[in-house]
Nanobody, 122 residues
């Protein structure tokens, strides 16, 4: 059974940091595209960061230089380090995986977690 479980969300002040974790079971995410997307109230989901099967990372322009994606294959865990947080980063964050990054980037991956809320106050 495929299961993705996010943790690490919460509240932060603008300029602060949070680290999200996503533990994956039942899915060989390291051989696919895995990453994070987010959805704010009233907005479409958007890709935030992803790692493809060749280990190449991609980031949304809005988070470049502030967020960093990494994984620990031994722990089957994907991470998103978020620094210099801004109020506009407030959203529900989801981890997901798919054969390619295309669907993950629009918030529609083959597998996904339940999400974790990130709230950034000014």
């Amino acid at each position: 059974r495929v299961q993705l479980v996010e943790s690490g969300g919460g509240s932060a002040q603008a300029g602060g940091s949070l680290r999200l974790s996503c533990t994956v079971s039942g899915y060989a995410y390291s051989r696919n595209c895995a990453g994070w997307f987010r959805q704010a109230p009233g907005k479409a989901p958007e890709g935030v960061a992803a790692i493809d099967m060749e280990g190449v990372s991609r980031y949304a322009d809005s988070v470049k230089g502030r967020f960093s994606i990494s994984n620990d294959n031994a722990k089957n865990t994907l991470y998103l380090q978020m620094n210099s947080l801004k109020p506009e980063d407030t959203a529900q964050y989801y981890c997901g995986a798919d054969r390619t990054c295309t669907k993950l980037w629009v918030g529609d991956p083959a597998v996904r977690g339940q999400g974790t809320q990130v709230t950034v106050s000014s």
